[in-house]
């Protein structure tokens, strides 16, 4: 497919890479025996059970069991999509990410580069026009609204200043088109997107600048400008505040989403520092899910007027699809008159957190909305109200939380209504390959993940055997099969490989599992391993062919001559 990344690239890239050098980079660690290890940066505790393997380049929690190689670590700590997480590795080993189909997509990749360099540098500008003469009204209007200079600094506000050409004459003016930061007229005249505007750098989870949000510093419409869509930008998908919130805080017990730049601001200014906001755009699914990547709660805070209202009721909506078990909405109605700056002056830190704690869950809410203009003790009241929740509930995904809106929703209607997913909530889901067929199994796969290099041995010893219904052995000619075609050098290129399939969860489990060996020791503990498993793989083939002779049926010419050699199909 054009654009993707090849294979052999991210090999090759988990080869360069020391995984103890990225971690150590993000979370110092510690050396002990043969690994390093720290407190895990994933769960809370206070004794070190997070360790990183140099020789293997994996690592492993014996707390919460999150485990993986270098890119699993930057998908889970810095809460990145895969070709985020391989763009990010490859710049900390200094290398360009190649794309399969270069030649259209090179363009593209020099292209956003220059995008993201001209919006880091007009950023900065701005921030520096804030500082100057001329950006003197917009220091006033922050003044006035409580903003430090503390806080200015730390979202790194700026002044886009009245001239029609401030950036345009300093700036590439291709560059500034792509991050669409210039309007071009129809009689061809360029000029800057914004002048005379409090201007706000929206970063993303990454940190880089993707855009800008500009208020204006009097009545003029509109109030807020943001940029356009971009190759980099789309206010669809990004919030803004979320790069200072994880600067902040990587794993936010909540995330509470306010509806502007200013809002965010002054909650900072205060000292809440877990704050996003939409830009200019309702709360959306792809919102959701982005923000749940980072915490299992989101409160969403909205004006008490009856827009705030109806834009709560959007992001009910929106947040349907997204509630799956252990995610938790929240919406907090404001008292009228009051945003969330003016409520937090009234009622102070700890009152505004009471606030939120008291928020109504968003059961609670999706019923009390749908139910308040119903008479429920009227027939037809209770057939409006089911009418309006049953195809909402239906949003969303199976799971126990969907099993109790629908019994809430029988509750208040009399109706017999019955989830058909309730059946697969409760269906005990079926167990995903773990090589625990046996210790032994267990075991000759462990090795065999840790040390691919034992795999032409184990190949050869095993050739001739088939058919056989031992517990793990199709994972094991699987693992044998994916190491004969990859030919991984450590078990990091052998987890990637592994990703995504049915094996990812097993073979990560197997690769850190803890066999109390030395290294010099482990190819003799697995050429004992094996021989033994082959020995249990003939019983098992030898009773199987008994058990045929007995019920009478025929065996083949090769089982004859099997059952003959007591089982054995490899005379090795």
């Known amino acids: 497919m054009s654009g993707r990344i090849p294979r052999q690239f991210i090999d090759d890239l988990l080869l360069r890479v020391d995984i103890v050098d990225l971690i150590d980079s993000r979370v110092p660690l510690k050396k002990s025996g ?296 929240r919406i907090m109605l404001l008292p009228q008159g009051h945003d969330p700056d003016s409520l937090l002056r009234q009622e102070g830190l700890d009152g505004f957190e009471r606030q939120i704690n008291q928020a109504l869950m968003l059961s609670d809410y999706f019923f009390e909305h749908l139910g308040a203009a119903q008479n429920l003790a009227s027939v037809e009241g209770r057939a409006k109200l089911l009418a309006d929740a049953k195809p909402q509930i239906e949003k969303m995904p199976p799971g126990f939380f969907r099993e109790m809106m629908f019994s809430r929703l029988r509750e208040l209607t009399g109706a017999g209504l019955r989830d058909k997913s309730v059946e697969r909530v409760f269906k005990k889901p079926p167990r995903a390959p773990s090589g625990k067929g046996s210790p032994l199994m267990r075991k000759v796969l462990a090795l065999l993940l840790q040390y691919p290099r034992f795999a032409l041995w184990a190949e050869q010893q095993l050739r001739g055997v088939s058919d056989n219904h031992l517990p793990g052995f199709d994972f094991l000619q699987n693992v044998l099969a994916v190491i004969a075609e990859q030919k991984p050098e450590n078990s990091a290129v052998l987890i990637e490989f592994f990703r995504g399939s049915e094996y990812e969860k097993a073979v990560n489990a197997l690769v850190n599992l803890d066999l109390g060996l030395i290294e010099l020791d482990a190819e003799a503990e697995f050429q004992g391993a094996l021989r033994q498993l082959l020995r249990q793989m003939g019983e098992a083939r030898m009773s199987y062919l008994i058990e045929k002779l007995s019920r009478g049926e025929v065996l083949t010419a090769e089982e004859l001559m099997e059952f003959r050699s007591g089982g054995k199909t490899n005379p090795g």
């Open 34 to 329: 043969n690994n390093y290890v720290a407190r895990c940066p994933f769960h809370n505790e206070k004794t070190p059970s997070f360790s990183v393997n140099r020789s293997r380049q994996t690592y492993h929690c014996f707390g919460c069991g999150v485990g993986g190689n270098a890119i699993s670590f930057l998908i889970d700590y810095a809460h990145l999509g895969f070709v985020e997480a391989v763009e990010d590795l490859a710049a900390f080993v200094g290398v360009e990410v190649p794309r399969e189909n270069a030649e259209s997509t090179d363009v593209v990749k020099a292209d956003n580069a220059a995008v993201y360099k001209v919006l880091e540098a007009v950023a900065a500008f701005y921030a520096e026009q804030l500082r100057g003469e001329q950006g003197q009204k917009a220091v006033a209007y922050l003044k006035n609204r409580g903003v430090s200079g503390r806080i200015a600094g730390q979202f790194n506000l700026g002044y886009a200043s009245a001239q029609w050409d401030a950036v345009l004459s300093r700036f590439d003016r291709q560059a500034l088109l792509d991050a669409g930061l210039v309007v071009v007229k129809d009689d061809g005249k360029v000029y800057d997107r914004f002048r005379d505007r409090l201007m706000f750098p929206i970063r993303d989870k990454r940190h880089r600048v993707i855009g800008f949000g500009g208020r204006v510093l009097d009545d003029s419409l509109p109030k807020y400008l943001n940029s356009p869509e971009t190759a980099v930008f789309s206010k669809g998908k990004e919030v803004y505040g979320l790069s200072e919130l994880l600067a902040a805080n990587a794993k936010p017990s909540r995330i509470l989403v306010v509806e502007g730049y200013m809002d965010v601001i002054a909650l900072a200014q205060f000292g809440v520092t877990h704050a996003v906001a939409a830009l200019g755009t309702a709360t959306s699914k792809t919102h959701m899910e982005m923000l749940f990547r980072f915490t299992s709660e989101l409160v969403f805070c909205f004006d008490g007027d009856n827009a705030g209202r109806q834009a709560a009721w959007k992001a009910v909506d929106a947040a349907l699809p997204c509630l799956r078990d252990g995610r938790q909405i």
